[in-house]
């Protein structure tokens, strides 16, 4: 779909891209998605990778109406798309806790908190747009796959489709043999084998074996150092000096016990970063600023200020009108949303791996202890869970489009445009499985929303905060974050190893060293190439978790 004309002699190819079916079509792929992630999440505690597959998607679906497509308007339908799923994935994993907690469902409490938190997010990460999107440490392993999906656009019989769509298939086969079917092991676990208080495992994972792949040898192999430090060094320490139960018999203790230390890294791992970005991330705040660069005269700073600034004075007036919430309090827990935002955002362009979760109980336990109210808190956090959900989505998408050389601002709106259907179909889409399954159901169990309930309800308790959060471990991880950014080591994604199973860092750590072995043997253009191969792996695996939601709901 190219249209061509002639200037002082030369020929110029100009590609449609806001074209009226990519947007139908990310619509149409982001409400399924949507609702598969609500569904995941609902059951098993369980997520997807949009991007790549709503990509993959587009490829296919685009031709089918109109004819021949391209990369730009690819771009278009998967930025759409995932705004679409992403806008209220939080409804089965944050809001779920507050109702059982025994707040009544309420369809205000969600649109208007979601569609202003959502907005708050699209416009704040756009505006550090330049600052991330061109940071050659951010590797944006999720974008990397949506470039390479998508460059198949117009080629689907070319070697690079053969590739991606032959490990599609190779990563839904084992994927089903082993979740459906159950004859591969999903898990080989060496902790049984181990002195006392260490863990260790790899998860055969073929999405987690092409992230790392992805990812590279690199960071992979660090990964890998920071998850062997705290699962076979600091685990039987703190085991046998009583900081926690044996991870063998309860990983989650020292999960918790390490969520400070995680906290701070991360945080003070950024502080570098932006200090070196410093009058960069002044000009992107600056009124008539242009953090978009030539594409600021189609949307300016000023705009996107003011579209923050009048969604988050709508939030105060919300949480206070609704809540009774100081509206000072109330600024205070958004900037650490939008703080938290940031940083998550920066963890996963590092590792391609989310600490949302980590971030939502820090953030419980801060409002918590300001305000006392555990329903309050959940609810607070679930408007920052949205800031942080769409702030990661739409900085991916933003990278993928960067990449491509695609227009952000096109991409900007796409994002605004998707979160409206997603928020309201998703409500409703949430409200049905609450009627038809209720929260008692065992097999619509929450395991992620009951989480955060015992979080918060466990902070009532006679403990309270400290129960889960240690101002003293919080100051230790602090101190390694900034010693580790001044050394130029990733201490966001390291960070991360603290809270993660091992056995998830070792997968990713596997697809690293096999790209470090392709490149070692083919050389760095054929380890490219072979990055359909990983992108393949990743849907295929996202597409076996389509599959166990439609049969689960036929059944």
Partial sequence: MMSSFSKDGSTFEIQKEFTFRAVLWGIIVGIIMMALLIYLAAVAGMDLNVSPVASVLGVILI???????????INIMQTTASAVALSCSGLAVNYISAILLGYEYNWYSIIIPLFLANMIGICFVTLIRKQMVEDPNLLFPQSVMCKTAIDNAGKLTGRDAKLLFLFTFIGLVVVFLQNVVGIIPVVFDFTKFLPKGMVMGILMMPMM????YILGFKISIILLAGSLISNIILAPIGTNLGWYTNPQVDYSAMQNFNIPIMIGMSLFASVIP???QRKAFFEAFKIGGNGLGEESKFISSRSLILCMVVCSIGILVFYKAVYDVNPLYMLFFLVLGMATALIAVRVQAESGLSAALAFTIFQIIVVYSIIKDPIIAILISFMSGAITLLAQNTMMDLKTGYMLDASPIKQVWCQIIGIIPGIIIG?????????TYGTTSEYMSYPIGKMYYAVASGLSGTAGAT?????GRFILGSLIGVVMSFIGLPAGALAITLYLSPAVVSSVAVGGVIRGAVEKSLGNS????YNNAATGLVVGDA????????????M
């Avoid at 597409?543 to 036929?554: E, N, T």
């Fill in 63 to 73: 031709p089918l109406v109109g004819g021949a497509t391209n990369k730009k308007e």
């Fill in 209 to 212: 074996l092409g992230m790392g």
């Fill in 274 to 276: 932006l200090l070196r």
């Fill in 427 to 435: 409500t409703i889409f949430f409200y049905g499985l609450l009627k």
């Fill in 467 to 471: 129960n889960v959060f240690h101002a």
């Fill in 526 to 529: 054929k380890a490219e190439f």
């Fill in 543 to 554: 597409l076996v978790a389509v599959l166990i939601v439609v049969m689960s709901m036929l």
